[in-house]
């Protein structure tokens, strides 16, 4: 089981109220979890990543185990502790503005 | 007796504002969508609790949202079953990809940037959404990067309509200060083939077909800022106007100069007369009296609020050139907003009523023609769009 975290506004679009719980079969990556994610909750398409290019969104970023994961390879294995469910996978809008 | 709907999207969420024929007293709903940029909301005039709802954020993109009970719940259509029964993979409705298919599409090349530069087109947001007159499952899009997409499955999928970036000047265009957006469109009650577009700063475009092949329809216009000022395309349209009472007959709020078409775009001519200043953004026209429009004048090129604090609706009765203030009801002193490009509204009742919403989160209602006014609200975020139903 993967948790997700998301953000404020796509809990809200999403209509969750708290951490998203997916079955994700290995090898469990950014891609294959995002993909579960969307098939789950399709209003999520585009929120993301580019619906063309799969690209992160510019103002979005993953981290997990305290370690940025934004600039991994989508197809880069997650840490065992995302995988084991122990540890969440964090989607976070990046901060702008004061 | 008849019932007033006013859609209100601000940069922080929705609102809707409802009345009785009276429009003195009001019932305020919201915010919907709280946090994020609501750019447009418009009902269908085939359907009046058909509602379509454009929801943008920097961060999560485009979002296209549906009410079919007239505002009270909403859904992301297309947000259901990821696949048709068939097994095919279902069209999400926030999908805005620009048609570069063999056969109706156009290839993406570029257009210019600020600095002249060519540059890639990439979607951005729906700027208006525009449901048609007849059927409520057919709703077209204004986006940025210009291009008008439609839908005819109630916003589930969206297909460009490529004829129109593709005619040939597309590479020539250029964003105006808000972005390159298609801000307006105009249906044509009379021609179901016909329909009007404006983007800032490219200028005018009609189709006669159906939305196949377009046309810039700019001529008449002057714009100084250009390096040939009556050029074909380039110009600064901020909004376009026209009284589905008398289809043809158009206004337009230009960057500068307000302008008036009575063959259809074919040709424009200055109306903007005695205004203080002729720069602005909303522009709309009466729904009793074809003749009667109003603009608010905003000072310029920097300032965007305003002249001498004082915040004038103007009002011609002569279709243009010859204007009065009208100012009874809203604030005369130390007023620094701005009316945003499609934040100005008229509703069907007689005598019409006139609404409008602020940069400061004020949505001010006329039910006079615009001789008198009162706030709706005094503190919403600031307004980015205002649309006014008229319910049975």
Known sequence: ?98 | MSQVRVLVGTRKGAFIFTSDGKRENWEISGPFFAGWEMYHLKGSPADPNRIYASQTSSWFGQVVQRSDDGGKTWEAPGGGLTTTPEGFPKPASNRFVYDTSEGTGKPLTTHQFYDGKPHPWEFKRVWHLEPSLTDPDTVYAGVEDAAIFKSADGGTSWHEMAGLRGHGTGSQWQPGAGGMCLHSIILDPSDPKRMWIAISAAGAFRTDDGGVSWKPINKGLYSQYIPNPTAEIGHCVHHIAMSPSRPGVLFMQKHWDVMRSDDAGEQWHEVSGNLPTDFGFVIDVNSNDPETIYVVPIKSDSEHFVPDGKLRVYRSRAGGNEWEPLSKGLPQSNCYVNVLRDAMSVDKMDPCGVYFGTSGGQVYASNDNGDSWTAIVHDLPGVLSVEVQTLP
Do not use: W
């Open chain 1, 1 to 98: 089981m993967i948790r997700v975290v998301l953000p404020y506004h796509l809990r809200n679009l999403a209509k969750v109220s708290n951490e998203v719980v997916l079955e994700v079969a290995e090898p469990v990556t950014l891609r294959s979890v995002l993909d579960a994610l969307e098939a789950r909750y399709p209003v999520l398409q585009g929120t993301i990543r580019d619906h063309i290019s799969q690209q992160r969104r510019p103002f979005l970023r993953f981290f997990a185990c305290e370690e940025d994961l934004s600039h991994e390879s989508p197809d880069a294995p997650l840490p065992d502790a995302v995988v084991s469910g122990k540890e969440p996978l964090l989607v976070i809008g990046a901060i702008a503005g004061g």
